[in-house]
């Protein structure tokens, strides 16, 4: 295939380097001279383990040049990568301005193209950047309309500096966000020998997907250091710990705690929590991650509740509120913060969990809801059917199996908030409201 790569960086020198290693014909296009003068004498313009060998092989065997002509490399190619820089403004938003220039540039020189060219982003932008500025700017300046006249995509990488071409050859996951499958038909025939899981999906979720990584790695630093900092404190090895702690792929390190949703909680996480943020106070550490999780984890409890109030409607129902599908426990259960909340409020409410029957419950549930919350325990009914039949906003409060089936029973007039995501729907103005989708 014929490749044309905006932006002999970090990025593109890697892309450049290891296309043109799997025998395509690549064209570097930059705008500063020595690095095009460097490249076309097989010499690479970044410091990166094995690209200089590849893009020594490949100028050898002509399958890679550069040049600093727009028209001439987007004439010459099929498809065209963007990779160029985005870095911050003083305030912290992204500098799109090379982005854009590259766009003018590229729709520029498609507006003088026959074939259907794909225009490939793999620069790291905001989500709504590709619809906002990409899209827009190819579409002004080439007079012709992406998927139709040309295609669009958005292609994270996830290179890390010192191991990039490994990470290139062995990547997590490929990723395309196209605008039409024509064009991700054609940037697939890129990664088709690659052994990762290749997923396709619309341009802003991937957009979504780069930063949900790289702020996903500052969390696990900041955490891991906090960590580290607070057994020190307490004369324990914070290495020893967290490789501990790493050897657990079944929780830890694993997709099991990261669907969005509501709060936690339970008789375990606000308590080990609140515990070691004391801790750490009595020894006069200074925690922002750990101590910002039990305000972040009410915020989201504040955000459910403002969801049932914008709805104005007095009669409310829950379906489901132990902390978690299977189980009986109320400790500390956020829904129950809600019902509290909104009975303070002057709702109506009825509440229905098949799990939590006061006739069946002992020990310390029993004695929770019977000293603790027994405002809530009148409440109670005994089908999922009393609660329909009486409600106007319908609260979903775990993924019990016997749920899944309320669109089907709801009517018109009837909102569902969902706070588990029972069903895949995305929200539904009036009808079906997700908390986090």
């Known amino acids: 295939m014929k490749i044309s790569i905006f932006g002999m960086g970090y990025v593109g020198a890697v892309s450049a380097g290891c296309l043109a290693n799997d025998g395509h014909e690549v ?10 003068d460097l490249i076309n004498s097989g010499q690479t313009p970044i410091i990166e383990k094995d690209i200089g060998e ?47 220039r590259v766009c003018e540039e590229i729709g520029s020189a498609i507006r003088e193209k026959a074939g259907f060219h794909v225009v490939v982003a793999r620069s790291t932008m905001l989500p709504g950047s590709m619809r906002s500025v990409v899209i827009p700017m190819l579409e ?38 196209e605008t039409d499958a024509q064009a991700g038909d054609v940037l697939v025939k890129l990664y088709e020998k690659m052994g990762a899981p290749l997923v396709r999906t619309d341009v802003e979720t991937a ?36 490789e501990i702690f790493c050897k657990d792929t079944k929780l830890n390190l694993s997709p099991y ?40 984890n009410q915020r989201q409890v504040q955000k459910g509740l403002e969801m049932v109030t914008a709805y104005g409607k007095k009669r409310v129902g829950i379906l489901g509120f132990a902390f978690k599908a299977g189980t009986d426990d109320l400790r500390e259960s956020p829904l129950v913060e809600v019902v509290e909340s909104l009975i303070g409020k002057g709702y109506e409410m ?14 310390a549930n029993r004695d929770y809801i019977l000293n603790h919350i027994p405002h809530i325990s009148k409440l109670m009914v005994e089908s999922m059917e009393d609660v329909v039949s009486f409600a106007e906003v319908i609260i979903i409060g775990n993924s019990a199996q016997e749920f899944r089936n309320i669109l089907e029973q709801i009517k018109p007039g009837q909102v569902v908030v969902d706070l588990v995501r029972i069903v895949p729907n995305k929200s539904e103005a009036g009808r079906y409201d997700g908390i986090c989708w």
């Open 27 to 36: 064209i570097g296009v930059d705008p500063n001279q020595t690095k095009v």
């Open 54 to 100: 590849m893009v020594a092989s490949g100028v050898a065997a002509k399958r890679l040049r550069a040049t600093s002509n727009v028209h001439e490399a987007v004439l010459d190619s099929d498809i065209s990568l963007i990779c160029v820089g985005t870095p911050s403004q003083l305030n912290g938003n992204l500098d799109l301005s090379f982005v854009r």
């Open 140 to 177: 002004q300046y080439s007079g012709k309309t992406a998927g139709r006249d040309f295609g669009v995509c958005n292609n994270p990488e996830f290179l890390r500096e010192g191991t990039a071409v490994y990470d290139y050859y062995n990547p997590p996951k490929t990723v395309i966000g």
């Open 207 to 242: 957009e979504m997907v780069k930063y949900t990584d790289n702020n996903w790695h500052a969390v696990k630093v900041a955490f891991a250091n906090e960590i580290g900092n607070l057994s020190k404190s307490l004369g324990i090895d914070g290495h020893k710990v967290m």
């Open 257 to 296: 705690y990261m669907k969005p949703g509501f709060a936690f909680g339970g008789s375990c996480l606000p308590k080990d929590v609140r515990a070691l943020t004391y801790k750490a106070r009595t020894l006069d550490l200074d925690l922002p991650l750990l101590n910002s999780l039990m305000p972040s």
């Open 350 to 363: 009825k509440l229905y969990d098949r799990n939590v029957n006061l006739a069946a419950l002992t020990g």
